[in-house]
């Protein structure tokens, strides 16, 4: 089975099906590595220049993909590199809110603890703390109450 999944793959590659990482034009390669969780190749795009504040196609920036997924080591590469922690995706998201949306408690705190504004609201009014509590995540609806997040739109405006 993993012989024909090799052909497979070297196939889809020799007929350009499929790119290798180091083909892959501008800042897609960097973007690929985040989403997959490549640690060890998000550092080295880094280090070669990659744009740590670099978008996908959709407009979603490496930190909201690396926090989406729970990635908390990718997290912590791009965050010691300069990502910006309130970077807003196409439809007002932070990284922040995916995170606490989907439960990543770990990626929650590193946001928070690098500045991660609590109480920006998305496009629909939603904040982290109300995404968190959407999705019945106990733990990090705690932590974000603990550091005075609010629920709402208007709560967060009338917070500083």
């Known amino acids: 089975m993993m012989k024909m999944v090799t052909t ?13 990482a180091d083909e892959i034009p501008g800042n897609q390669a960097l973007v690929a590595a985040v989403s997959l969780g490549e640690v060890q190749r998000v550092g080295d795009l880094l280090a070669q220049g990659g744009d740590v504040n670099g978008t996908n196609r959709a407009g979603r920036s490496l930190l909201h993909l ?20 309130n970077v807003t995706g196409p439809g007002g998201n932070t990284p922040l809110m995916d995170a606490a949306a989907y439960g990543h408690l770990e990626v929650v705190r590193l ?3 690098r500045g991660a504004e609590l109480n920006k609201a998305d496009t629909s009014g939603a904040t982290a703390l109300a995404l968190a509590k959407r999705g019945g995540h106990d733990a990090v609806e705690g932590f974000l109450k ?14 500083p």
């Open 111 to 113: 946001l928070v603890q």
């Open 8 to 20: 497979v793959i070297l196939l889809m590659l020799s007929t350009g099906m499929l790119q290798a």
């Open 146 to 159: 603990e550091r005075g997040a609010s629920e709402t739109a208007s709560d967060s405006q009338s917070n």
């Open 66 to 85: 690396a926090a989406f997924n729970g990635n908390s080591r990718t997290v912590r590469i791009l965050l010691a590199a300069g990502a910006d922690p």
